[in-house]
């Protein structure tokens, strides 16, 4: 994540202030593990990249039907992103 902050100071000594924040995520998702061949720690690897998925999947699904509840917390990834997923980005 990298965090942006814009001051602009005014003739009549007012500051303007701005903030952003951008979120670089690698959105890559494994393929089945009987189809890499994968073993060992490849293996977890793609077995948490798909857990994540999931989980971005299951929170975009909750924001699109209007649940009271969204499961942000089921993933580091969803955790993140949970100031740009709730609507609260321009």
């Not at 089945?32 to 994540?52: C, H, Q, V």
């Not at 993140?80 to 321009?90: F, Q, T, V």
């Given at each position: ?63 699109a039907d209007g649940r009271s509840h969204v499961p942000y917390r089921d993933s580091k990834m969803t955790r ?11």
């Open positions: 994540q990298i965090l942006i902050e814009s001051r602009e100071a005014l003739a009549n000594v007012q500051t303007s202030l701005e903030l952003g924040k951008l979120s670089l995520i690698d959105l890559a998702g494994s393929e089945r593990a009987s189809k890499t061949e994968n073993t060992g720690l490849r293996l977890k690897e793609g077995a948490n990249i798909n857990r994540s998925l999931l989980a971005l999947g299951n929170c975009i699904n909750a924001l993140l992103l949970k100031d740009s997923l709730g609507g609260n980005c321009r």
